[in-house]
């Protein structure tokens, strides 16, 4: 069974830094490009950023480029953002996503069931 | 970076009857179109992919369609589970900045 464990969310201050990481089980992680999608409280569903199966090649949304990075230790089945300079427009329920197929980058068939970061003083 | 612009925001129907809801493209997208839908505290459920394919065990009520920049997702007969957020997202861009519309919550009526 596939299953996407994301951890590492809390309160933060504006400025402050937080690493969040999903852990994966019950597939080959390096098969598949992954995913981080946000929802702000109350608000839709924003891609945030995206990495190749191998870590090799990385994409940001323009609203964390700069501050976030994406990355994945595949022995460790796990992927991470990075999440540096945070602001309080980052405050959201973060959600690590898999494309259902090992050829797509979306068609996201699976979730992990979401980490709550809150950035406030 | 393409723009999705779902509608309406709040859609209210009564169970049974038919819901339509629309996504558009700020430019387009091919069939390169998927649906979610979302219920409260829960992740997002894909319900199409390929503008018109339905996902693994959707219900055959849940059709959509569409090509380029207009696209319709079409639930009959509601059902009382039917009641959530939906999300239109386009997959058609490279690098894969794989943008949500902004959601349609199908409310009853």
């Known amino acids: 069974e596939v299953q996407l464990l994301e951890s590492g969310g809390g309160l ?43 870590g090799d090649n990385t994409y940001y949304a323009d ?37 259902g197929s090992s ?19 | 970076e393409i723009v999705m612009t779902q509608s309406p925001a709040t859609l209210s129907v009564s169970p049974g009857e038919r819901a339509t809801l629309s996504c558009r493209a700020s ?18 459920r894909l319900l199409i992919y390929g503008a018109s394919t339905r996902a693994t065990d959707i219900p055959a009520r849940f059709s959509a369609s569409g090509s380029g920049t207009e696209f319709t997702l079409t639930i009959s007969s509601l059902q009382s ?13 490279w690098p894969p900045r794989h943008t949500f519309g902004q959601g349609t919550k199908l409310e009853i009526k």
Do not use: H
Not at chain 1, 14 to 32: E, H, I, M, N
């Open chain 2, 81 to 93: 589970e039917d009641f959530a957020l939906y999300y239109c997202q386009q997959y058609n861009s």
């Open chain 1, 103 to 121: 050829t797509s980058w979306s068609l996201f068939g699976y979730w992990g069931q979401g980490t709550l970061v809150t950035v406030s003083s």
């Open chain 1, 63 to 99: 609203s964390v480029q700069g501050r976030f990075t994406i990355s994945r230790d595949n022995s460790k089945n796990t992927l991470y953002l990075q999440m540096n300079s945070l602001r309080a427009e980052d405050t959201a329920v973060y959600f690590c996503a898999r494309p």
């Open chain 2, 27 to 44: 430019q387009s997208v091919s069939s390169n179109l998927a649906w979610y839908q979302q219920k409260p505290g829960q992740a997002p």
């Open chain 1, 12 to 54: 933060v201050q504006p400025g402050g830094s937080l690493r969040l990481s999903c852990a994966a089980s019950g597939f080959t992680l390096r098969s598949y490009a992954m995913t981080w999608v946000r929802q702000a409280p109350g608000k839709g569903l924003e891609w945030v950023s995206a990495i190749s199966g191998s």
